[in-house]
């Protein structure tokens, strides 16, 4: 995960450990650490006892207690929301195996749901707020490795549009094995881009890469990389279901 680390400084008497999941800013996080426990820890030590201050004691619980993960930053309302909740995209084979996903919103909450070789997966995110939830893979090895747990994991998740048409979704893994996830959706019109990238050792191989697609009516629901019945997904062939170009991009 990184950064499991034990700091000695012997002329302090002082033992510093920490277990820690620094992935996404590694290589940096260990340094971070360090530094951090110099400057605030080591840095501010007494060779005397300090004299009690209740006031100050009393003002930390309440920051520790107060202390919460960030939500994703961004804007909580698009009007992109109410046009594309619902509709349901067929992507073209990409790296996740993802072959149609949908996002739905209401409020201040939202779900990704999503076809994939192991099934129908779906989730719920907070929007500008972190909702507690389960991410819908099972068959990661979280007790012991090399054996699946058998049951979906404990996280966070939340999402905010980074511009109108852009939603960002972060999901955190706080089960007993961490790491995480993040989507970007793009859309434009009927099409759809969406982009993955994760921060796990053992889990989560499944949430890395690009996929594009258009829109479809959510017709029988199946696993995998098409449709149910009557579903037909852009094709390589299909000018209008190239991903870079329908957004535009090309």
């Known amino acids: 995960m990184g950064s499991q680390l034990a700091f000695c400084y012997p002329e302090k008497d002082l033992i510093f450990a920490c277990h820690a999941d620094t992935q996404r800013i590694d290589p940096r996080g260990r340094a971070l650490i360090h530094a951090a426990v110099r400057r605030e820890i080591v840095g501010g030590l007494s060779a005397s006892p300090l004299p009690e201050a209740p006031e100050t004691l009393r003002r930390l619980r309440e920051k520790i207690a107060s202390l919460t993960v960030a939500p994703m930053v961004g804007a909580r309302h698009s009007p992109t929301a109410a046009r594309v909740s619902g509709v349901s995209y067929a992507l073209l084979p990409n790296p996740m195996g993802i072959g149609r996903v949908r996002f739905c919103f209401s409020g201040d909450s939202g779900t990704m749901r999503y076809a994939t070789p192991r099934g129908e997966k779906e989730f719920a995110f907070g929007i500008g707020r972190l909702a507690e939830g389960l991410f819908p893979e099972t068959h990661y090895p979280v007790e012991r490795i090399g054996a699946q747990s058998g049951r979906p994991l404990a996280c966070l998740a939340s999402a905010a549009w980074g511009s109108p048409d852009t939603l960002n979704l972060f999901v955190h893994i706080t089960d007993d094995c961490l790491g ?46 098409g449709g149910g019945p009557g579903v037909t997904p852009p094709t390589a062939h299909d000018p209008g279901g190239h991903p870079q170009r329908a957004l535009g991009l090309h």
């Open 180 to 225: 995480s996830v993040c989507v970007t959706a793009a859309f434009n019109g009927d099409a759809i881009a969406l982009q993955m990238t994760k921060q796990s050792e053992w889990i989560l191989e499944e949430y890395q890469g690009f996929a594009g697609g258009k829109a479809e009516e959510y017709g029988t629901e199946g696993a995998g990389g």
